[in-house]
Nanobody, 125 residues
């Protein structure tokens, strides 16, 4: 059974850092592009970042460019989101998602169809 499990969320002060992990089981992550999404209270879910199958292509929302970095380790079947210089407006539930793609150099928010249950990130003093 295909499963994605996020971890690493928590409470952090503004300006701080967190690293989120997305562990895949039941499938080989190498065949999938990975995305990170977030949903803040009262807001719609938005794409934060995505990465292609071997990491050759990454995309970021404008709101996180220069602060967040997406990576993946296919040998560990895990993807990561390093979040630096966190702001209160980054507070949200963060989800990872996956899309099986034949293309090596592609990732897109719109195609993700396998989802984890999310991890809460709270940025507050």
């Amino acid at each position: 059974q295909l499963q994605l499990v996020e971890s690493g969320g928590g409470l952090v002060q503004p300006g701080g850092s967190l690293r989120l992990s997305c562990a895949a089981s039941g499938f080989t992550l190498d065949y999938y592009a990975i995305g990170w999404f977030r949903q803040a209270p009262g807001k719609e879910r938005e794409g934060v970042s995505c990465i292609s199958r071997r990491g050759g292509v990454t995309n970021y929302a404008d709101s996180v460019k220069g602060r967040f970095t997406i990576t993946r380790d296919n040998a560990k079947n895990t993807a990561y989101l390093q979040m630096n210089s966190l702001k209160p407006e980054d507070t949200a539930v963060y989800y990872c998602a996956a899309e099986r793609l034949s293309a090596w150099l592609q990732c897109r928010f719109s195609g993700m169809d396998n989802w984890g249950k999310g991890t809460l990130v709270t940025v507050s003093s």
